[in-house]
């Protein structure tokens, strides 16, 4: 069901909507659209475009809604509400850009009503959106056209989902920014810390892990660098091999150089390898 016009806000209700829309953005993880073929192929990326360029945003929003019913096939994708939204003078970067936003409720939650009646209160429920929790978002903003545009996504997925939001509806691929590429090197690195032999000791596996750490937290940041320190001579070849075919199995690309990003480490670094279990009475810190 599609609306036949765009819906007018009054102040209050367009303050609320900005909150339950704009509130759950807080990666700074970025995408951008991308397609096997051709990056014009990808539907949500031509009709962005449009929107932007040639204006008839209500036309194309119902053009977005068909879209998405037609990727919504599989039985665990929740019926709900797509809300699309235009945003002027948005901040990115430093850079003052217009936005268009998209979101979806598919959680009800059941509210309590109070209403006083002839010197008495009436009690009832209602069933109604929780604004305090989206459950899939999407910014689209108005840079980097060629790119496939920058994209922030949210998507909190029920199991059996398969991330149709992002892989099927959007069609999004992370932005190889120093955000991604210092997350991708932490990764790396510790899928080739897992696969060493287990006559190297934990505790040595423990130090790798904490140098590589400590290394991709500096402001310029180079993957060579990383494993000489993290590794030292006599794995830095091995690592060398690994990196290789973990890249290309993995899709995923290195600057020479990069800055490091701590916030995007700070999630995964926490818990790896910090306690070390060395017999059933003993633990190392």
Not at 114 to 121: E, K, T, V
Request: proline share 1%; net charge negative; hydrophobic share 35%.
């Amino acid at each position: 069901r599609l609306s036949d016009e765009t819906v007018v806000l009054n102040s209050v209700m367009a303050e609320l909507l900005k909150s339950y829309f704009l509130l759950a953005f807080k990666d700074e993880c970025l995408y951008n659209f991308s397609h096997a073929n051709t990056l014009e192929l990808n539907e949500v990326f031509s009709f962005a475009r449009n929107m932007f360029e040639h204006g008839k945003f209500h036309d194309y929003s119902k053009e977005i809604a068909k879209h998405l019913y037609e990727r919504s096939e599989h039985p665990n994708i929740k019926s709900g509400e797509l809300y699309v939204a235009y945003f002027k003078n948005c901040i990115l970067d430093g850079e003052t850009i217009d936005a268009i936003g998209l979101f979806k409720s598919e959680n009800k939650d059941t509210f309590i009503q109070i209403n006083a009646i002839d010197g008495g209160f009436s009690v009832e429920s209602q069933s109604g959106v929780n604004i305090s929790k989206l459950d899939k978002g999407c910014l689209i903003f108005n840079t980097h056209k060629k790119d496939g545009y920058v994209v922030s996504v949210v998507d909190n997925s029920n199991r059996g989902e398969a991330k149709y939001w992002v892989e099927d509806f959007l069609q999004v691929k992370r932005k190889n920014d120093s955000y991604t590429q210092t997350q991708n090197a932490m990764t790396m690195c510790k899928s080739f810390i897992s696969q060493l032999p287990s006559d190297i000791d934990k505790a040595d596996k423990a130090a790798m892990m904490n140098r590589v750490v400590d290394g991709l937290k500096q402001e310029s940041v180079s993957i060579d660098s990383v494993a000489s320190k993290a590794f030292g001579p006599e794995l830095s070849a091995g690592f060398n091999s690994f990196r290789n075919e973990y890249q290309e199995t993995h899709d995923v690309r290195f600057d020479e150089s990069f800055q490091g990003k701590p916030e995007s480490i700070k999630r995964r670094a926490v818990g790896t390898m910090t306690t070390i279990k060395l017999d059933k009475n003993f633990d190392v810190n």
